[in-house]
């Protein structure tokens, strides 16, 4: 009998032991990588029970996701640390604003301290090398690019530009490269555009071709509507150098470079614009890294679903097409979003880190998109998926990820360590040490404005204008002594008729013999 009374806590102890001994067995790594927190069952965390993520796998892209006030913002903090504390630069897109206090060291808390007990992990408190950087007129490193390297490919497809509109783009930018005509902003890109469509339009269509009047109109209309949505601040010189964001510093640990996008929420198109710009610019100049062992970037995108909304089928292909192919340069790509149907079919088959905190189910959608999220994940024989999504608690979450054989790892629901930086923002005096200190706001903040297809084209319509007018003149001139030249001649003809009429002998004979008969 009181066997049979202890029996339901033996098997239970026993199903605690097959748990732990099946995570410790699923997440056993040989070479290094970033334990995120301890194993969870049936509520309960298993000290020592360690979830970790292998750094050969990191650059596989994954996904944080979970409703509003879950933890996702401080999951992607906690990756973001142990990636700068292994040598591992880091980009992150800082929709919020909440994110700038990695650069000051936790103050620390009881709870912080119960956490870190449950897990088995000591608790350490420190702050981590920032670097600030905006795309707009916020205080940090600017960041820019030129249109000349966007390209026309590129630049149709932000614009979401049709087959002709795409190809008359392809004229213009072969029109400035025969003609030495830099295209860095869009000025410069709605002045070849006008140039095009007057002044220059017998030139251009001499060459390759004619373009419409309405075709013209048609892009300018589209590249205006882009400009009001910031474009204008981040086409332009100087262009930022994505090595940049590969810096380390004198400790080993690596740069975390964060983009400051809280005035840019309402105005996705400049966001992937700029994300597009980004990951093409790094495809582009990344070398290929084969199996390294470890990512040489990894970039989170804070509030991802702004990247797709609005986002033509072109320019998602774009972004779909880069997500599979940069992996091989060595750069890891995480998206943090509320739910993962935000995240396009394509892109999620191709992630290999997931992070699913709490989903709340209000509606009968709601209901259904839980179910649909749990299908993502691998089978498990300890928790019933849908269920556990609806359960979690803050700071907790489901987690699957990759072994370093590219197989996935047992599910788990984990107790997600504490950031080890302060989990709020900085300071205004502690921000402006910070910019103070920077190196790169030397380098990228100085305004650069130099002669590019907008002054040339100035200069060569001034150019034919003055010419023109010039020849115009002359004409003019010469048409008016013509005129004078017509009416002397004209004078002087008339006079030497009278003359001739009135000094003619006939003349003067007549006039004699009536003068002679008078004096009779």
């Known amino acids: 009998t009181i066997q049979l009374l202890f029996l339901p806590k033996i098997l239970k102890m026993a199903d605690k032991q097959a748990f732990f001994d099946h995570i410790t067995e699923g997440y056993t790594t040989k070479g290094d990588s970033i334990t995120l927190g301890a194993a969870m069952l049936d509520g309960e965390t298993l000290t020592n029970a360690y979830v970790k993520v292998p750094l050969k796998t990191l650059n596989r892209h994954g996904l944080i996701a979970g409703a509003t006030g879950t933890g996702k913002t401080k999951t992607l903090q906690v990756l973001a640390e142990n990636l700068s504390d292994k040598g591992i630069p880091v980009l992150l897109m800082d929709m919020k604003g909440d994110l700038s206090g990695i650069a000051q060291p936790s103050p620390g808390h009881p709870k912080i301290d119960e956490r870190h007990a449950q897990i088995g992990l000591p608790f350490e408190a420190k702050g981590f090398p920032v670097e600030i950087l905006t795309l707009s007129e916020q205080n940090g490193v600017r960041l820019r690019a030129t249109v000349s390297e966007f390209g026309p490919v590129l630049i149709s497809r932000i614009l979401d530009l049709s087959e002709a509109q795409s190809g008359v783009m392809s004229i213009l930018f072969k029109y400035c490269d025969d003609n030495k005509l830099p295209l860095l902003d869009l000025k410069d890109l709605k002045k070849i555009l006008q140039y095009a469509s007057d002044e220059g339009k017998d030139e251009i269509e001499k060459a390759y071709g004619r373009i419409s009047p309405a075709t013209s109109g048609a892009i300018l209309r589209k590249i205006v509507e882009l400009e009001q949505q910031g474009g204008d601040l981040f086409f332009g010189e100087k262009s930022f150098d994505t090595d940049d964001l590969l810096r380390i510093d004198e400790n080993g640990r690596g740069y975390i470079n964060i983009v400051r996008l809280t005035d840019i929420q309402d105005r996705p198109k400049l966001f992937s614009t700029f ?157 402006k040490d ?87």
């Open 275 to 431: 994300m597009l710009c980004l990951l093409a610019e790094i495809y582009a100049t990344f070398p290929e890294q084969g199996d390294s062992g470890r990512p040489e970037l990894v970039i989170f995108i804070d509030e991802a679903h702004l990247i797709f909304k609005e986002a033509s089928d072109a320019l998602l292909d774009q972004i779909e097409s880069i997500v599979k192919l940069i992996r091989s340069k060595g750069v890891g790509l995480y998206f943090v979003t509320q739910n993962p149907t935000d995240v396009p079919d394509a892109v999620l088959s191709q992630l290999g880190l997931k992070i699913q905190h709490a989903l709340r189910a209000f509606t009968a959608k709601d209901r259904k998109a839980i179910k649909l999220t749990a299908e993502n994940y691998p089978l498990s024989d300890y928790y019933k998926t849908d269920e556990v999504l609806t359960s979690l608690g803050i700071g907790e979450a489901l987690v699957s990820a990759l072994n370093e054989k590219g197989i996935p790892t047992p599910l788990a629901a984990t107790m997600l360590r504490a950031p080890m930086s302060r989990m709020d923002i900085l300071e205004d005096e502690e921000l």
């Open 434 to 520: 910070l910019l103070e200190g920077s190196k790169l706001i030397k380098e990228y903040n100085e305004e650069i404005d130099r002669d590019s297809a907008y002054e040339m084209l100035n200069k060569k319509i001034e150019t034919a204008n003055l010419k023109e007018a010039k020849e115009k003149a002359e004409k003019e001139k010469a048409e008016a002594q013509r005129s004078t030249t017509r009416r002397t001649t004209s004078r002087r003809r008339g006079k030497s008729t009278l003359e001739k009429v009135i000094t003619s002998p006939t003349v003067i004979r007549s006039v004699l013999g009536i003068l002679s008969k008078m004096l009779k």
